[in-house]
């Protein structure tokens, strides 16, 4: 005989949830999941009505399954959220290419506006020219600063109040390991947060940050979401990987262990003796950096300079002062930039008149 849900104890049980060893129908998994990740967001108030909500959209398992949730809760529960997808393309062909095409796809199915920001139209560069350069060893480094970069200058260009990301709770778990292993306490203390300010100008969160890899697949997977499954090309050698092999062992022999790591990394306090980075602005992009030139910029310095490792191997190689010619667009520009089109936002909610009448041949508002 079947076994019923243990939920609703009436239809066929065909997901065995992962966090909580429950055996659960289709409808009432949907339910849950769904419900779940509410609760975050609004126990963590991550928004609030007329918020302009990125979503950081890659093609992938958990981005897709991400703006497929945020716009059925926004729809469900009246949050008042504008949402847009946002992708990077880091310019891996062969990888990103064929993601991105799965990201127009959402765009269609969701009917959500998107941009998409190139590595080679902010920086110059492609991932694949920088694997040239650099090799597969380090490559990891450079991609995961110039996206975190991306990202901020992307959601300026949109005059986006927030970014959400498709973090999940493995990821967390994972980020944890790896900065206790390389002891970077200042690291480990921000990557608990559900939502940080730290980034640059945008708040940035993580609305699955208590959801299962392993759910968000079966999400995806019930619900015939149409996402992009591929590895990146150049992620084999990446450090996380190690780390996520360790996690995937421990969840073998205690499944809770994920959600237990990141409940003992919130419950973590740094000592008040010890002296923690003061963060300030680069100097040459404006960018928040707790040196006077961010990690992005001094990176860029060495792939133009020929040495491609400045920033990343330990022998001490001299950063130019001061700006430089090919320094990125300052993002004191993309924040005005930003404010302008709020600006013209309002002004055009006020008279929404395509044509305004009280708007003078000089171009000057008039409206009262």
């Not at 300030?280 to 491609?308: F, H, M, T, W």
């Not at 302008?340 to 008279?351: G, I, L």
Request: proline fraction near 3%; glycine fraction near 8%; include cysteine.
């Amino acid at each position: 005989m079947p076994r019923l849900c243990d939920i609703c104890n009436d239809a066929r049980a065909i997901v065995r949830r992962p966090k909580t060893a429950q055996s659960i129908c289709k409808e009432c998994f949907f339910h849950v999941f769904e419900t779940e990740v509410h609760n975050t967001i609004v126990d963590s108030n991550l928004f609030k009505p007329g918020d302009r909500v990125g979503i950081g959209a890659s093609g992938g398992k958990d981005s897709t399954v991400l703006a497929y949730v945020m716009k059925t809760l926004n729809d469900r529960y009246n949050y008042g959220l504008d949402l847009y997808l946002l992708s990077v393309d880091e310019g891996i062909s062969g990888y990103r290419d064929d993601s991105l095409e799965t990201v127009k796809r959402n765009k269609e199915q969701y009917g959500l506006p998107l941009l998409i920001v190139s590595y080679e139209q902010l920086y110059g560069w492609s991932m694949d020219s920088i694997v040239a350069a650099v090799g597969r060893k380090n490559n990891c480094t450079f991609c995961g600063v110039f996206r975190r970069q991306a990202l901020d200058r992307g959601a300026l260009m949109l005059d986006l109040d927030h970014i959400v990301t498709g973090h999940n709770a493995d990821d967390v778990a994972e980020t944890i390991l790896m900065n206790i292993f390389r002891g970077d306490i200042s690291r480990l203390g921000r990557c608990t947060e559900i939502a940080t300010t730290g980034e640059g100008y945008i708040v940035r969160s993580k609305p699955f940050k208590y959801a299962y890899e392993k759910e968000i697949v079966m999400y995806a997977y019930l619900r015939r979401l149409d996402y992009f499954s591929t590895e990146c090309t150049y992620s084999p050698n990446a450090y996380r990987g190690y780390a996520r092999e360790f996690l995937k062992k421990l969840e073998r022999v205690r499944p809770s262990a994920i959600l237990d790591i990141i409940h003992s990394g919130e419950a973590m306090h740094v000592a008040k003796d010890v002296q923690l980075p003061s963060l300030d602005r680069c100097q040459r992009c404006g960018y928040i950096s707790s040196n006077s030139i961010c990690k992005a910029c001094v990176l860029l310095e060495g792939l133009e300079r020929g040495i491609p490792k400045l920033g990343i191997s330990r022998t001490k190689q001299d950063v130019e002062a001061g700006p430089r010619e090919s320094d990125l667009v300052h993002f004191e520009k993309l924040r005005q930039d930003a404010l302008e089109m709020r600006k013209t936002r309002q002004n055009s909610a006020a008279c929404p008149q395509s044509a305004c009448a009280c708007r003078s041949e000089s171009g000057t508002e008039n409206c009262s």
